[in-house]
């Protein structure tokens, strides 16, 4: 059965030959899933930057190298965060599928029929690529590929559950987490998250000589502040609680000012409503989101 694929990024001070690297890419996937039945691709870039990151010539010219996709540029005029930014991708495209990407992905030629196949069961919400060269820690069946949540540095859905589930939680999640919120959703709403190791990317992560995580002072300010929305939304108040003094009592300042946003959207009664309060579907182990196979 022919179907379409909307892939989409968020856009933020990426530079030009990282963004045409991952077009090289994505255009030959989008040739190669011909055979596959995938008859249209559209690439759909939003930019939250201060200022575009891709002038009308430079557009022009991606569009004349690259035939075998359609590409389209919405300057958002604001950061819009990664949330907000996807939602309002999607809503403008109309394929059956979206894949949710980091703007300087690479895909291997046969990433979208390898992300599509899966959904030829009707149990499958959420699919989720390897990642090369650092794959995500998080354990998964290696018989069914099913995990607690997709990482949308590269994952697919189908439109109609995208929509169905009313898209990212924008309101709640700005830049972090709303790939996690999202995934225990979809299996919340019955259907299954999985990881695909077939359908590969190369994602440009690096890990400094101790081997931890390098991390932007964004990176650490967002991420704990998700850590704190999500424990809420996901009724383990305990552990936000355990969260808040711990990086009162020993954080760093970005974290701490992770708490003096959280205690504001509190007494402004803005916190998200909570749900799953019997424990069924999301995951907190050991700081994480999911049982880890090994740990950094």
Excluded at 39 to 47: F, H, I, K, Q
Excluded at 79 to 103: E, M, W, Y
Excluded at 235 to 245: A, N, P, Q, Y
Aim: with cysteine; proline share 4%.
């Amino acid at each position: 059965m022919p179907v379409s694929v909307q892939q989409q990024s968020v856009l933020f001070n990426n530079e030009f030959d990282s963004i045409s690297r991952s077009l090289d890419s994505i255009d030959r996937a989008a040739q190669l899933g011909r055979e596959f039945g995938i008859t249209e691709t559209s690439v759909a870039y939003g930019d939250s930057s201060p200022h575009p990151c891709l002038s009308e010539e430079q557009l022009a010219a991606l569009r004349e190298k690259f035939q075998n996709i359609t590409i389209s540029y919405d300057f958002f005029g604001a950061n819009l965060g990664s949330a907000a930014g996807h939602n309002r991708l999607a809503v403008a495209g109309t394929s059956d599928f979206i894949l949710v990407q980091n703007p300087d992905i690479v895909p291997s030629p046969r990433l979208l029929e390898n992300l599509i196949a899966p959904f030829a069961n009707k149990s499958i919400g959420f699919v989720e690529a390897k990642q090369l060269p650092i794959e995500h820690p998080k354990d998964y069946d290696e018989a069914t590929g099913d995990t607690s949540w997709a990482s949308t540095a590269s994952a697919m859905v189908h439109r109609d559950t995208f929509e169905r589930l009313s898209g990212f939680d924008a309101d709640t999640f700005f830049l972090y987490c709303d790939d996690v919120d999202f995934s225990w959703r979809v299996r919340e709403f019955g259907l299954r998250v999985i990881f695909q190791p077939s359908a590969v990317v190369f994602h440009d992560k690096r890990l400094s000589s101790e081997g931890a995580w390098q991390t932007t002072s964004t990176e650490r300010y967002y991420s704990a502040e998700a850590a704190l929305l999500l424990t809420h939304k996901w009724s383990r108040s305990d552990l936000t609680e355990h969260i808040v003094k711990d990086f009162l009592l020993t954080g760093d300042e970005f974290q701490k000012k992770a708490v003096t946003e959280f205690e504001h959207r509190k007494s402004a009664n803005t916190l998200p409503a909570q749900r799953d309060p019997n424990h069924k579907i999301a995951q907190f182990i050991n700081g994480n989101y999911a049982k880890h196979r090994y740990f950094l």
